[in-house]
C-alpha cells in the first residue's frame, strides 16, 4: 500500500483550495460551510479509498467530490433560492447551472482574494496569522495550536470569533480597488511578515512545523508577486527578508535540535540558491523610491548573508537599524543595533550603548551586555548573564545562557 | 460460500472532534489493511465508501434531508464478502477498523439470492 502519507500532503495543498473557491462562490457569509465541506470531502475520501485504493488522480477526485457536495448543498438550502437564484437571474435570465469553478485561475485568484478578507484589520493580527493558517495554509487546529503553545480549544474559540467579526463587517472576496490597494495591502504583508517570525522565532520545540509555517509564509507572498496589481516594491522587499532569514534554516539548529547562534554557524550550510533569489527580489524591491520597513530588514538580512566580516558589512547593518528605530522603535531592534555596533566599533563603545538603553526587564539586553563585557571584565560579563538567567523565561534561553556562564566560569 | 454484506456506520462526529490529516492517513492505512486481509483470503466481492449527503424517500412523497435527519448515525460504507459461515463473516467484520470509533456500528446480514437456494 501507499506509504506516502497522502491525505496529510493532499490536505496541505488541497483543502486550501476548495475553501477559497467555495468561500467565493458562496459568499465570506457561508465560510464555515465552504470549510466544513473541504473538511467532509476529506473524511469522505478516506473512508471510499480506504476500501478502494486512491483514485488515479486524487486532487480531481476530491474536487469532484468537493463539487458535488457544493451542488448538494446550494440546492438544500436557502441561499440559494433567496440570494443566490435571485442575482444568477437578474444577470444571466433564467438560464440556471450550478458551476462550481476549480480551474487553475480561478483556484489562484480566489486564494488572494481569500488573502485579502482574512488579513482585515477588523480581527487582531493574532486572528488573522491563525485564519490565514487555517484557511490558506491548510493546517490543523492542533498544528496551530503548537505554533501558538497553546490549546485547541484557544484557537478554535479566536477563528470562531474572527470569522464572526469578518461577517459583521460584512467582508467581501474580492481584490481590492486599485485606490485602496496600498491601504489593503499593508495588513496582509504584516499578516505574512507575522507568519513567517511566528515560524522562524516560535519557542515551538517542533522544527518541522516552524519551517512548513515559514514556507507558507514565502508562498503567499509569492502570490502577491506573480499578480501585477500586487506585485510592489515593497512586497518585494519583504519576500527578500523571507528568503535571506530562510536560507539559514538548516543552519541554525544542530542534530539535537538547538538552536545555533548566527557566530557560530557554518555558512557551508545556508542555502545558496535562497540567498540568490532573495537577491533577486532585494533588486526587484529597489524600484520606486519609497523605503518601508521590509526594505531595512530585507537590507539587514542582505548583510547577514554576507559570509565574510567586514567593516562595511556591519557598518551597513547598524545603518539599517538606525533607519528602521527611527521607524518603528522596538527594544530588540535597538539591542540587536547594539551588537552589529560592537563588531563594526568594538566593545566598549557598544557596551556605552547598550547601557544607555536601561532595558532592566529584558533578559537579552543582560545576555548581550553579558556577551559583551567577555574579554573585557570577567566579573561584569558573570554578574550579567546571572541577571539574565533569572530573567528568562524558555528552557531554550536558560539553557544557552548556563553553557556560556559555564564557558565564562 | 455465501455472500454477506457488511454494513459500516459512523457516529456523526462534531466539528470539534474532526480527526486530523495524519488521523485520517493512519484510517486509511488500517482500512487497506483490513480489505486486504480479505483480499488475500480470497473473500472480497467489492464495496464503496458512501459520501454524506443524501435523501430519504418515505410514502406520500415526503422527503428528507440526508439519512442523519433522524440519528446521528450515517452509513459510510459497505463491502460484500463471501465466507464460509456466519461465523466466519462476523469475524471478517470484527477487523472492521470503524469499531475503533466510540458510536460507531458494523452491521452483518447473510444475502440471500433465488438462485442459490
Redesign the interface.
Given at each position: 500500500?501507499n506509504s506516502e502519507?497522502?491525505?496529510?500532503h493532499?490536505?496541505?495543498t488541497e483543502y486550501r483550495k476548495i475553501v477559497s473557491v467555495l468561500c467565493r462562490h458562496f459568499g465570506f457569509r457561508e465560510i464555515e460551510v465552504a470549510e466544513?465541506i473541504a473538511?467532509?470531502t476529506?473524511?469522505?475520501?478516506?473512508?471510499?479509498?480506504?476500501?478502494?485504493?486512491p483514485p488515479p488522480n486524487p486532487a480531481g477526485w476530491l474536487y469532484n467530490?468537493a463539487k458535488?457536495?457544493a451542488k448538494?448543498?446550494l440546492h438544500?438550502h436557502s441561499i440559494y433560492e433567496e440570494r443566490v437564484l435571485p442575482e444568477v437571474r437578474a444577470g444571466l435570465g433564467e438560464d440556471v447551472a450550478v458551476e462550481i469553478d476549480l480551474t487553475p485561475e480561478n483556484i489562484t485568484d480566489s486564494q488572494l482574494q481569500m488573502l485579502f478578507a482574512v488579513c482585515h484589520p477588523a480581527i487582531s493580527e493574532e486572528s488573522q496569522v491563525g485564519l490565514a493558517l487555517r484557511v490558506l495554509c491548510g493546517f490543523?487546529?492542533?498544528?496551530i495550536a503548537d505554533a501558538f503553545l497553546t490549546t485547541?480549544e484557544v484557537i478554535?474559540k479566536r477563528l470562531t470569533r474572527a470569522r464572526e467579526r469578518l461577517r459583521e463587517v460584512d467582508i467581501r472576496i474580492e481584490m481590492p480597488a486599485p485606490a485602496e490597494m496600498d491601504a489593503r495591502l499593508g495588513p496582509v504583508l504584516t499578516t505574512l511578515y507575522l507568519l513567517f517570525n511566528e515560524g522562524y522565532y516560535s519557542m515551538s520545540q517542533d522544527h518541522t512545523l516552524r519551517k512548513d509555517v515559514c514556507l507558507e509564509a514565502i508562498r503567499l507572498c509569492t502570490m502577491l508577486i506573480e499578480n501585477n496589481a500586487t506585485n510592489k516594491p515593497h512586497v518585494n522587499a519583504l519576500m527578500a527578508m523571507m528568503c535571506f532569514h530562510a536560507s539559514r534554516f538548516d543552519a541554525r539548529t544542530d542534530a539535537s535540535g538547538a538552536l545555533v547562534l548566527y557566530e557560530e554557524q557554518d555558512p557551508d550550510l545556508w542555502n545558496a540558491d535562497l540567498i540568490r533569489n532573495g537577491y533577486v527580489f532585494l533588486q526587484s524591491a529597489a524600484r520606486g523610491n519609497q523605503v518601508s520597513r521590509y526594505h531595512l530588514e530585507a537590507g539587514i538580512a542582505y548583510w547577514h548573508t554576507q559570509k565574510e566580516d567586514s567593516p562595511e558589512k556591519w557598518s551597513s547593518i547598524v545603518y539599517y537599524y538606525d533607519q528602521l528605530l527611527k521607524l518603528s522603535y522596538s527594544p530588540v531592534a535597538a539591542l540587536n543595533r547594539a551588537f552589529a555596533l560592537s563588531k563594526w566599533k568594538g566593545k566598549a563603545e557598544a557596551i556605552r550603548e547598550t547601557e544607555a538603553l536601561a532595558l532592566e526587564g529584558n533578559h537579552f539586553y543582560f545576555a548581550l551586555l553579558g556577551e559583551l563585557y567577555d574579554g573585557i571584565d570577567r566579573q561584569k560579563a558573570l554578574e550579567n548573564l546571572g541577571k539574565a538567567l533569572r530573567l528568562a523565561r524558555t528552557a531554550a534561553d536558560q539553557q544557552a545562557i548556563r553553557k556560556r556562564i559555564k564557558a565564562l566560569s | 460460500m455465501e455472500e454477506y454484506l457488511i454494513l459500516m456506520r459512523l457516529d456523526l462526529l462534531t466539528k470539534e472532534a474532526q480527526p486530523s490529516p495524519e488521523q485520517m492517513q493512519e484510517y486509511m492505512k488500517q482500512y487497506h489493511h483490513w480489505i486486504n486481509g480479505i483480499v488475500e483470503e480470497g473473500k472480497f466481492a467489492g464495496g464503496k465508501g458512501l459520501s454524506t449527503e443524501g435523501k430519504v424517500l418515505k410514502p406520500n412523497n415526503v422527503v428528507t434531508d440526508g439519512p442523519y435527519a433522524e440519528t446521528k448515525e450515517s452509513l459510510a460504507g459497505f463491502i460484500v464478502i463471501r465466507a464460509e459461515s456466519f461465523d466466519d463473516a462476523m469475524r471478517l467484520a470484527a477487523q472492521c477498523p470503524i469499531l475503533n470509533g466510540d458510536g460507531n456500528s458494523v452491521e452483518v446480514r447473510k444475502i440471500v439470492s433465488v438462485h442459490e437456494q
Amino acid at each position: 500500500m501507499n506509504s506516502e502519507p497522502l491525505i496529510p500532503h493532499l490536505f496541505r495543498t488541497e483543502y486550501r483550495k476548495i475553501v477559497s473557491v467555495l468561500c467565493r462562490h458562496f459568499g465570506f457569509r457561508e465560510i464555515e460551510v465552504a470549510e466544513d465541506i473541504a473538511s467532509d470531502t476529506f473524511l469522505v475520501a478516506t473512508q471510499a479509498w480506504g476500501i478502494e485504493g486512491p483514485p488515479p488522480n486524487p486532487a480531481g477526485w476530491l474536487y469532484n467530490t468537493a463539487k458535488n457536495k457544493a451542488k448538494n448543498y446550494l440546492h438544500r438550502h436557502s441561499i440559494y433560492e433567496e440570494r443566490v437564484l435571485p442575482e444568477v437571474r437578474a444577470g444571466l435570465g433564467e438560464d440556471v447551472a450550478v458551476e462550481i469553478d476549480l480551474t487553475p485561475e480561478n483556484i489562484t485568484d480566489s486564494q488572494l482574494q481569500m488573502l485579502f478578507a482574512v488579513c482585515h484589520p477588523a480581527i487582531s493580527e493574532e486572528s488573522q496569522v491563525g485564519l490565514a493558517l487555517r484557511v490558506l495554509c491548510g493546517f490543523g487546529i492542533q498544528e496551530i495550536a503548537d505554533a501558538f503553545l497553546t490549546t485547541k480549544e484557544v484557537i478554535n474559540k479566536r477563528l470562531t470569533r474572527a470569522r464572526e467579526r469578518l461577517r459583521e463587517v460584512d467582508i467581501r472576496i474580492e481584490m481590492p480597488a486599485p485606490a485602496e490597494m496600498d491601504a489593503r495591502l499593508g495588513p496582509v504583508l504584516t499578516t505574512l511578515y507575522l507568519l513567517f517570525n511566528e515560524g522562524y522565532y516560535s519557542m515551538s520545540q517542533d522544527h518541522t512545523l516552524r519551517k512548513d509555517v515559514c514556507l507558507e509564509a514565502i508562498r503567499l507572498c509569492t502570490m502577491l508577486i506573480e499578480n501585477n496589481a500586487t506585485n510592489k516594491p515593497h512586497v518585494n522587499a519583504l519576500m527578500a527578508m523571507m528568503c535571506f532569514h530562510a536560507s539559514r534554516f538548516d543552519a541554525r539548529t544542530d542534530a539535537s535540535g538547538a538552536l545555533v547562534l548566527y557566530e557560530e554557524q557554518d555558512p557551508d550550510l545556508w542555502n545558496a540558491d535562497l540567498i540568490r533569489n532573495g537577491y533577486v527580489f532585494l533588486q526587484s524591491a529597489a524600484r520606486g523610491n519609497q523605503v518601508s520597513r521590509y526594505h531595512l530588514e530585507a537590507g539587514i538580512a542582505y548583510w547577514h548573508t554576507q559570509k565574510e566580516d567586514s567593516p562595511e558589512k556591519w557598518s551597513s547593518i547598524v545603518y539599517y537599524y538606525d533607519q528602521l528605530l527611527k521607524l518603528s522603535y522596538s527594544p530588540v531592534a535597538a539591542l540587536n543595533r547594539a551588537f552589529a555596533l560592537s563588531k563594526w566599533k568594538g566593545k566598549a563603545e557598544a557596551i556605552r550603548e547598550t547601557e544607555a538603553l536601561a532595558l532592566e526587564g529584558n533578559h537579552f539586553y543582560f545576555a548581550l551586555l553579558g556577551e559583551l563585557y567577555d574579554g573585557i571584565d570577567r566579573q561584569k560579563a558573570l554578574e550579567n548573564l546571572g541577571k539574565a538567567l533569572r530573567l528568562a523565561r524558555t528552557a531554550a534561553d536558560q539553557q544557552a545562557i548556563r553553557k556560556r556562564i559555564k564557558a565564562l566560569s | 460460500m455465501e455472500e454477506y454484506l457488511i454494513l459500516m456506520r459512523l457516529d456523526l462526529l462534531t466539528k470539534e472532534a474532526q480527526p486530523s490529516p495524519e488521523q485520517m492517513q493512519e484510517y486509511m492505512k488500517q482500512y487497506h489493511h483490513w480489505i486486504n486481509g480479505i483480499v488475500e483470503e480470497g473473500k472480497f466481492a467489492g464495496g464503496k465508501g458512501l459520501s454524506t449527503e443524501g435523501k430519504v424517500l418515505k410514502p406520500n412523497n415526503v422527503v428528507t434531508d440526508g439519512p442523519y435527519a433522524e440519528t446521528k448515525e450515517s452509513l459510510a460504507g459497505f463491502i460484500v464478502i463471501r465466507a464460509e459461515s456466519f461465523d466466519d463473516a462476523m469475524r471478517l467484520a470484527a477487523q472492521c477498523p470503524i469499531l475503533n470509533g466510540d458510536g460507531n456500528s458494523v452491521e452483518v446480514r447473510k444475502i440471500v439470492s433465488v438462485h442459490e437456494q
